[in-house]
């Protein structure tokens, strides 16, 4: 028997700890976040979804909110309207349930209806498990950076909408 999952809106309950705890236990791919962040980073995004009890979150920016986040500035940079997606998160438990894909349709969806013509990320390098999935999904490298003297690189990425 397979559970039925629900997507919900983090702007209409306010986030928990064990979401402040599932973004945490990904820090090294995402950021490790306070709770003041965190609850700024849901306020501040156009779009924050999770899988409850805390399965699975995402967390989106539209070109125009206000965010600072590096990556977010580095797509800011270029031409076009965009939703950034600023992490997504599935508990250790969830992986493999199709919940990551859950998020990214609602996603892709949401967008289409705000009129949005892409979706950009970016990938910690190496990452073949987050390549394939986003590859799936129509992702296609835009650009590279490094940091932190070399020891970080990143992939971005852009999926091209097509209106259903």
Not at 9 to 31: F, I, V
Not at 67 to 75: A, E, M, V
Not at 125 to 147: C, M
Request: aromatic fraction near 10%; include cysteine.
């Amino acid at each position: 028997m397979s559970r039925q999952f629900d997507i919900c809106d983090l702007h209409d309950s306010p986030p928990s700890a064990a979401l402040l705890g599932l973004n945490n236990a990904s820090a090294r791919e995402t950021s490790l976040l306070t709770a003041e962040r965190f609850d700024q980073l849901i306020r501040s995004a156009h779009i924050a979804l999770f899988i409850p009890p805390a399965a699975a979150l995402l967390i989106a920016f539209e070109d125009t909110d206000d965010y600072d986040g590096g990556h977010f500035l580095w797509f800011r940079g270029k031409p076009g309207r965009f939703l950034y997606i600023d992490r997504v998160v599935v508990a250790e438990e969830w992986r493999r349930h199709g919940l990551a894909r859950m998020l990214y349709e609602d996603l892709f969806k949401r967008a289409i209806r705000l009129r949005h013509s892409r979706i950009v990320c970016e990938v910690n390098v190496p990452n073949p498990v987050s390549d394939k999935f986003h590859e799936a999904l129509g992702f296609e490298e835009i650009g590279r950076a490094t940091f932190d003297d070399g020891a970080t690189t990143v992939r971005y990425l852009a999926a091209h909408l097509r209106p259903e």
